[in-house]
C-alpha cells in the first residue's frame, strides 16, 4: 500500500440546489495513479460532485485535499492550476479550427502563432509519445471521427498539466473498437501516474478498467471498494438500491391487441453516433409499458421516432392499420389522427408555448380539429370552454384558461399537457419523464390518471429516468442501454440486481 | 425575436415602449437644442403643424397611411420569427404592380381597375418577399442579409423600367404616363364632397380606409384565426411548433408571403391614391419607418395605428416646420426615426431588466404591506 | 488595346474600392469575432461626416482623422455595449447606427453650415495627395504596358495603398497572432473560449474597436479622398455593398479584397459599358451592372455557386451558461 498522499480527497461534501439535496455529506478518496470509477444513475449526484471537484460549483460545507494539500477551487482555472483536468460529455471544440490550434488556445506560448504552433507541437509531439495517444494535429476538428475527438480533449487537458483526469460519461458517443481503444489509452496514462475519474453508468466498464469504485444513490455514496473486493451484480444492487416496494397495485395487466409496432428502428446523429441502434417494439392495449435506464441511451430519440418528431434512417413503424417507412415517416399531425398523443419531456421548449395563453397551449396540435371551427377562424368559445373542463378533470391550477402559460407552475403545466394529449381519447399515449420537476401532490395524480387509460384499454408507454416511476407504473418494464434495448422484463420479474445489471449493460435478456 | 424576460403585460405592451419613445424624444430634443432650436417651440410648431388644420391632419393620416402598411409587414413578420427589412423593396414592387395594371388595363372601369390594382400590388410585393423566404426556409440562407440586397435589386430594378421601358415619350423625367382616372383612388376631398362637405385637396385617399381594413385583418388573421395561430407558435417557439404538427418551412413563406403583401399596399397609397403614374422613389424610406413603427407599436396592430400617427404627425409637423424654421429639416425625424429603433430596439435588452426588477421590488413591498395590513 | 481605357478603369476600380475594402475589412473583423455589424453604411456616413466637418473648420488633416476615428469607435462601443454587454439584437442595432446616422448628418451639416446638408469644400490641405506620380511618369516610358501601369497604379493618394496594406495587416492578425486564433475562435463557439479561461465579452470589445477604426478610415476617405467634401447620403450603399463583399469572399480578408476589387470593377465599368451592345444580349442597360454585385450575393448565399458558411456563432449573444 503506497504511502504517497491521496490524489483527491473530498470529505463530507454538502450541497443543496434548492429543494434538491444533491450531496449529503459525500467523502471520496481517489489514490494517486489509479482509475476511479463513479457509478450512480440519473440524480444520483456524481456529475454535481465532479462539477464541484472541477470548479463549476462550490460546496455548501465540506473539504477538498488535492495530493494532500488542502485545496480552494473557486473556478475552472483553480481547478487546473491544481493539475485537474476534465473532458465533458459534449466536447468544447472549434470546428473550422486545427487539433493543434484547439489545444493551444488560451494557453498559446507567446503571441506570434507560427512560433508558438511550433513550440506546442513539439511538447505534444513528446506528450504522444508518452502516452500513445495519437492526434493528427493539423488536421480540422470536423474532419476528426468522434474517438479521434474525444482523445484531443483528453490531450488538451493534459498539455494544461493534468495529473488528475475526469471523463464524463466518455463511451457514450464511442463504438466499442472506440471504447477498447479508450481504454488501451487511459491504462497507458494510468501506468505513468496519472489519476482517472470515470463518471459512467456502465457496470462492465468499471469492472473492466478501474481499480476502485464508487456508488452513489440519492446524492449519498452507499458503496467504496476496489472493484477486485465486488462484482457486477454487487454494483447493479448498490446502483438501484431496494426500489422494487411490495403492495403495488396488484393489477394484473391483460394486454389485449397490438397497437403499435416498430421494428429495427436506427438513426444516426450528426457526428455518426447511434443513437437508436435497432430497436423493435411492441404495444399492446390495455398495458403500460416502462422504458428505465439511465438517459441518453436512446430513449430520447425512440420517444421522437414514435411520435412522428424524428424520422429514422432505418426501421418501420405499423399504427392502426398504416405502415410507415423511412422514405415517408410518420409525421406529429398524423400522429394525432392516427390516435397516438405524445407527452414531450421537456414541456418548456415543446410541450408548450409559453407566452400563449393557458387556452392556446392547451389545443396545441389539435387547432385543427372540426370541433375548433371548418374555416380559417379558430372557435375561441369552445376552446376556452375545452380549456376549462381540461382544467377540471386534471385539477390545473388556477383554473384560468386566460393566464399565460408560463405563469403555471410545474406541476399544473404537467398536467394542462397531459390533460390535452388524454382528452381527445387517444389509443396510445407515449410520455415522456411524466413527473420531472412536478410537486408530490401531483405525482400520484399523473399516475392515477396513466393508469386510468390503461383501464380504458389504450396502450401507454412511459419514459422515465426515475426508477421508482417505472416500477410504480410499469406492467412490463424495457431496459434501454447504448440505443439497443438491453432488456425487457414482466414487472413481477424485477429485481434490483436484474435491472441493474441490464441498466448498467451487463446483460442483453432477449424479450419474450 | 422572443422574450426572454417575463414581465407584466402592461409594463410590456404600454410602459416599456412609453419610456423607449421619452427616450428617443429627449435625445432628438437635446440634438434640436445642440443646433440652436428651441425643443419647446419646435414641439409646439410641430403640433400645430400635424393637427392644427384640417390640411394638416389629412397630410398626417396620409402619411399614417404608409407607415400603417410597411408596420404591418415588419410586424407580421416578427410575429413569424422573422425579420423582414425589405419592406422598400416589396413596397417599391408593389407600386410596380399597380402600375403596370393601370397602364395595360387604363381603360377598364374603375370599379373592376383599381381592386385589380390593389391584387396586383399584394402579388408584387407577395412575389418580391417570397425569394429571401424561400432561400431561408430550404436553403438556410439568411434573411436579413437577402432582403437588403433585394431592396437594392428592386431600386435598379425599378429604376431601369422608368428610365428605359416605361417611360413616357418627351417627358425629360423617368416616369411613366399617367394611368388615367380609372386608375385614380378617390381623394378623402371627393369622398367629402360627395357628401356636400368641403375639405381642402390634400393627397389622403380611399387608401387610409384601406389601411384601417388591413390592420382590423391582421389583427383578426394573428388571434383568431388557424395560420395565424401556427405562425404566432412557430416564433415564439419552434420546437413546439413542429410538435404541434405545424411545419416551420411553411409559415416562414406565410409570414413573409403576407409580410410583402402588406408592403406592397404602399404602392396603392402612392401611386394609385396620390401620384397617378409611376415615378421613382415614391417608398422614401418608408420601410425603414415601418421597423420603427413596429418597434415602437410592440408588433401588435393597434400599437403600430397609434406608431403610424406619430409618425405621420411628425412627417407632416416636420415639412411645416421646415417651411417656418429654414435650419429645420426631415431629417431631423428620420434621426428621431433612428433613435426609436435605437432605445426600443437594440437597448431593449438593456431597460428590460430594469423594469424587472423596480416591478419586482414594487411588488414584493405591495405584497408585504397587504400582509401586514 | 487602349492602354488608356485599360489604365483609367484600373485607377477607376482602385479608387472605387477603397472605402468597400475597408468597410469590408471592418465587417470582416466583426463578424469573425460573432457579432454583425449593419450599422456600417452608417459608421461610414458619420465618420465621413465627422472628418469633412473637422477638416473644414480646422484646416488639418490629422484632426479630421482623429475625429473621424474617434467617432468610429465610439459607435462601435456603442455597438458592443447593446449587443455584447447586453443582449440587444445585433441587427436592430445596426439598423438603428445606420437610421440615425442619415438623418443626423444632414441635420448637423444644415445647422452648422446651412449649406443644406453639404459641408463646405475642403481645402487643399486636408485632402491627400497623389503619391507615386514620379514613378508614374517613369513608367510610361515602358512599352506596351508601361501607360497602362502608370495610369492605372500610380497616382493615387495614400489611403488607396493604405487599404491594400491593411489587408494585409488584418490577414496577418487573424492568422498569424494569438489574438487572432482566439478571435476567429469566439466567433465559432464562444463557449469553448469561455472554458479555456479567455474574456469572450473583452474579445468582442477589441475586435469592434478595430471595426471602428476601419469603418472610420472608410468614411474619412470618402471626404478626403474621393470627394472634396460631405454630400448628404454619400455613401450610397456602399455600406452593403461591402458587407455582401464579405460574405461573398467568405468572411476571409484576402477572400473581401477580391470580391471588393470586382464589385469595384463592376461599378467603375458600368458608366463605360452605357451603349456597348453585348452580343446575343442587346444593349445592357446600366442598372444591371448596378444590381449585379447583389444579385451575385444572393445567388452565393443560396448554395448555387458554392457554399458561404457563416461564423457559427455569428448574431448569437453569448451569455455564460453557469
Redesign the interface.
Known amino acids: 500500500m503506497s504511502s504517497a498522499p491521496a490524489a483527491v480527497a473530498m470529505r463530507r461534501i454538502d450541497k443543496k440546489f434548492g429543494a434538491v439535496h444533491a450531496n449529503r455529506a459525500v467523502d471520496l478518496t481517489v489514490a494517486a495513479g489509479t482509475v476511479h470509477g463513479i457509478v450512480g444513475e440519473n440524480g444520483a449526484g456524481k456529475s454535481t460532485l465532479m462539477s464541484i471537484l472541477y470548479g ?2 462550490q460546496a455548501d460545507s465540506g473539504e477538498i485535499a488535492i495530493e494532500g494539500r488542502p485545496a480552494r477551487i473557486r473556478n ?2 483553480d481547478a ?1 492550476a491544481r493539475g485537474i483536468g476534465m473532458v465533458h460529455q459534449h466536447f ?6 486545427s487539433a493543434l ?2 489545444v ?5 506560448p ?5 512560433a ?1 504552433r511550433a513550440q506546442v507541437r513539439e511538447k505534444l509531439d513528446a506528450l504522444m509519445k508518452d502516452t500513445g495517444l495519437q492526434v493528427r494535429l493539423d488536421l480540422n476538428v470536423e474532419d476528426l471521427p468522434v474517438g479521434e475527438r474525444q482523445r484531443l480533449e483528453i490531450l488538451k487537458a493534459l498539455y494544461r498539466g493534468a495529473r488528475i483526469l475526469i471523463l464524463d460519461e466518455p463511451t457514450a458517443v464511442l463504438t466499442p473498437q472506440e471504447t477498447e481503444q479508450l481504454f488501451l489509452t487511459l491504462r497507458a496514462l494510468r501506468d505513468r501516474g496519472t489519476t482517472i475519474l470515470l463518471i459512467t453508468h456502465k457496470l462492465k466498464e468499471i469492472m473492466a478498467l478501474c481499480d476502485a469504485v464508487t456508488v452513489m444513490r440519492a446524492g449519498a455514496v452507499v458503496l467504496d471498494c476496489a472493484t477486485a473486493d465486488t462484482s457486477i451484480d454487487g454494483l447493479a444492487q448498490a446502483m438501484v438500491g431496494r426500489k422494487v416496494n411490495l403492495g403495488r397495485d396488484a393489477h394484473r395487466a391483460q394486454p389485449g391487441a397490438v397497437l403499435l409496432r416498430a421494428q429495427g428502428l436506427r438513426w444516426r446523429d450528426a457526428l455518426g453516433v447511434a443513437r437508436l441502434d435497432g430497436v423493435s417494439i411492441s404495444l399492446r392495449a390495455g398495458e403500460i409499458v416502462g422504458i428505465a435506464g439511465v438517459s441518453g441511451n436512446g430513449q430520447s430519440e425512440l420517444l421522437d421516432a414514435l411520435s412522428g ?1 424524428l424520422a429514422p434512417q432505418e426501421g418501420t413503424l405499423d399504427i392502426a392499420g398504416r405502415h410507415f417507412d423511412p422514405a415517408c415517416w410518420l ?3 398524423q400522429a ?1 389522427a392516427l390516435r397516438l398523443a ?1 407527452v ?1 419531456e421537456d414541456r418548456h ?8 395563453g393557458a387556452w ?1 397551449s392547451a389545443v ?2 389539435y ?2 380539429l372540426p370541433r375548433y ?1 371548418g374555416g ?3 372557435n ?1 368559445a369552445t376552446m376556452r370552454a375545452d380549456t376549462a373542463d381540461m382544467m377540471e378533470r386534471y385539477d390545473v391550477r388556477p383554473r384560468n384558461p386566460g393566464l399565460r402559460s ?1 405563469k403555471f407552475s410545474g406541476g399544473n403545466q404537467q398536467k394542462l399537457v397531459l390533460a390535452r394529449e388524454a382528452v381527445h381519447e387517444p389509443q396510445v399515449l407515449l410520455v415522456g419523464q411524466p413527473t420531472r420537476g412536478v410537486d408530490i401532490g401531483a405525482i400520484e395524480f399523473i399516475h392515477e390518471r396513466l393508469r386510468a387509460m390503461r383501464d380504458a384499454g389504450g396502450a401507454v408507454l412511459v419514459v422515465s429516468s426515475e426508477l421508482d416511476e417505472v416500477l410504480a407504473l410499469a406492467d412490463r418494464v424495457i431496459v434501454m442501454n447504448a440505443g439497443r434495448i438491453a432488456g425487457e422484463l414482466p414487472i413481477d420479474s424485477c429485481s434490483e440486481q436484474a435491472l441493474g445489471r441490464l441498466m448498467g449493460g451487463a446483460d442483453h435478456v432477449a424479450a419474450h | 425575436m422572443s422574450q426572454p424576460i417575463e414581465l407584466p403585460r402592461w409594463i410590456d405592451l404600454v410602459a416599456l415602449p412609453a419610456f423607449n419613445l421619452a427616450l428617443a424624444l429627449l435625445v432628438s430634443g437635446f440634438v434640436v437644442w445642440a443646433i440652436g432650436l428651441d425643443p419647446v417651440q419646435v414641439l409646439a410648431l410641430l403640433v400645430k403643424g400635424a393637427f392644427g388644420s384640417r390640411a394638416g391632419v389629412s397630410y398626417t393620416l396620409y402619411y399614417a397611411t404608409t407607415f400603417v402598411f410597411t408596420g404591418l409587414a415588419v410586424a407580421v413578420a416578427f410575429h413569424g420569427g422573422l425579420f423582414n427589412i425589405g419592406g422598400e423593396g416589396q413596397a417599391m414592387m408593389g407600386g410596380l404592380g399597380a402600375g403596370l395594371v393601370a397602364l395595360a388595363f387604363g381603360s377598364w372601369p374603375a370599379a373592376i381597375l383599381l381592386p385589380l390594382m390593389v391584387l396586383a400590388a399584394m402579388l408584387f410585393g407577395t412575389a418580391w418577399a417570397a425569394v429571401p423566404a424561400a432561400l431561408q426556409a430550404y436553403r438556410g440562407s439568411h434573411i436579413v442579409i437577402t432582403t437588403i440586397m433585394f431592396n437594392f435589386i428592386a431600386s435598379a430594378l425599378v429604376a431601369y423600367l422608368l428610365v428605359d421601358v416605361l417611360k413616357e415619350p418627351g417627358n425629360m423625367a423617368p416616369e411613366t404616363r399617367a394611368f388615367g382616372p380609372n386608375a385614380q383612388l378617390p381623394g378623402f376631398h371627393t369622398m367629402l364632397g360627395w357628401f356636400g362637405i368641403e375639405w381642402p385637396r390634400t393627397p389622403l385617399n380611399l387608401s387610409v380606409l384601406l389601411a384601417a381594413a388591413a390592420a382590423t385583418a391582421v389583427w383578426l388573421m394573428l388571434w383568431r384565426t388557424r395560420g395565424g395561430y401556427a405562425l404566432r407558435a412557430t416564433g415564439f417557439a419552434p420546437e413546439a411548433a413542429r410538435y404541434g404538427g405545424i411545419a416551420p418551412q411553411r409559415q416562414v413563406m406565410m409570414a413573409m408571403a403576407i409580410s410583402g403583401a402588406l408592403a406592397g399596399l404602399v404602392g396603392i397609397n402612392e401611386i394609385a391614391g396620390v401620384h397617378n403614374r409611376l415615378l421613382p422613389d415614391f417608398v422614401a424610406g418608408a420601410g425603414f419607418t415601418g421597423i420603427a413603427v413596429s418597434l415602437i407599436g410592440r408588433s401588435h396592430p393597434l400599437g403600430i395605428v397609434l406608431a403610424s400617427l406619430l409618425f405621420g404627425a411628425l412627417y407632416q409637423g416636420g415639412a411645416e416646420l421646415s417651411f417656418e424654421i429654414p435650419a429645420f429639416s426631415r431629417d431631423m425625424v428620420t434621426t428621431l426615426q433612428g433613435l426609436i429603433v435605437l432605445f426600443a430596439g437594440a437597448m431593449a435588452m438593456v431597460a428590460a431588466p430594469l423594469f424587472a426588477r423596480l416591478y419586482g421590488a414594487w411588488s414584493r413591498r405591495v405584497r408585504a404591506e397587504a400582509a401586514r395590513g | 488595346m487602349d492602354e488608356t481605357l485599360v489604365g483609367t478603369l484600373i485607377a477607376s476600380t482602385l479608387r472605387v474600392s477603397t472605402p468597400l475594402i475597408l468597410c469590408a475589412l471592418a465587417g470582416t473583423m466583426s463578424e469573425r469575432a460573432g457579432v454583425i455589424d449593419l450599422g456600417l453604411e452608417g459608421k461610414m456616413l458619420l465618420t465621413a461626416f465627422a472628418a469633412a466637418a473637422v477638416g473644414a473648420t480646422t484646416g488639418s488633416l490629422w484632426m479630421a482623422l482623429a475625429a473621424a476615428i474617434a467617432l468610429g469607435v465610439a459607435l462601435s462601443m456603442l455597438h458592443g455595449y447593446a449587443c455584447v454587454s447586453h443582449r440587444g439584437d445585433q441587427v436592430v442595432m445596426g439598423m438603428a447606427i445606420t437610421m440615425t446616422a442619415v438623418g443626423l448628418t444632414v441635420v448637423l451639416g444644415i445647422a452648422w453650415f446651412k449649406q443644406g446638408g453639404q459641408t463646405p469644400p475642403l481645402a487643399d490641405a486636408v485632402r491627400l495627395d497623389p503619391w507615386w506620380v514620379g514613378l508614374g511618369t517613369a513608367l510610361t516610358a515602358l512599352p506596351f504596358i508601361g501607360k497602362t501601369l502608370a495610369l492605372g497604379f500610380t497616382g493615387h493618394n495614400a489611403m488607396v495603398y493604405l487599404a491594400f496594406v491593411l489587408v494585409g495587416a488584418v490577414w496577418w492578425l487573424l492568422y498569424r497572432t494569438r489574438f487572432g486564433l482566439r478571435l476567429r475562435a469566439t466567433g465559432e463557439n464562444p463557449a469553448m473560449v469561455d472554458a479555456a479561461g479567455v474574456s469572450v465579452k473583452r474579445l468582442r470589445y477589441q475586435a469592434l474597436a478595430i471595426n471602428g477604426v476601419l469603418a472610420a478610415l472608410a468614411g474619412a476617405y470618402l471626404v478626403i479622398g474621393l470627394n472634396p467634401g460631405f454630400i448628404p447620403n454619400m455613401t450610397a450603399g456602399r455600406g452593403y455593398m461591402a458587407l455582401a463583399a464579405m460574405i461573398f469572399g467568405k468572411w476571409h480578408p484576402v477572400g473581401a479584397l477580391w470580391a471588393c476589387l470586382l464589385f469595384g470593377f463592376l461599378d467603375a465599368a458600368s458608366i463605360r459599358l452605357q451603349g456597348v451592345v453585348l452580343p446575343g444580349l442587346g444593349e445592357v442597360p446600366v442598372q444591371a451592372i448596378q444590381a449585379l454585385p447583389y444579385v451575385m450575393t444572393v445567388v452565393l448565399l443560396a448554395g448555387f455557386i458554392g457554399q458561404s458558411r457563416a461564423p457559427k456563432a455569428l448574431g448569437v449573444p453569448y451569455v455564460k451558461e453557469r
Open positions: 463549476f460549483y475552472s482555472s487546473i468544447m471544440l472549434v470546428d473550422t479550427l490550434d484547439n493551444m488556445l488560451g494557453a498559446e507567446g503571441w506570434r502563432l507560427q508558438a418528431m409525421t406529429p399531425a394525432r405524445h414531450p421548449t415543446r410541450g408548450l408555448v409559453l407566452p400563449f392556446e396545441l396540435g387547432q385543427s371551427g380559417a377562424v379558430m375561441q408560463s
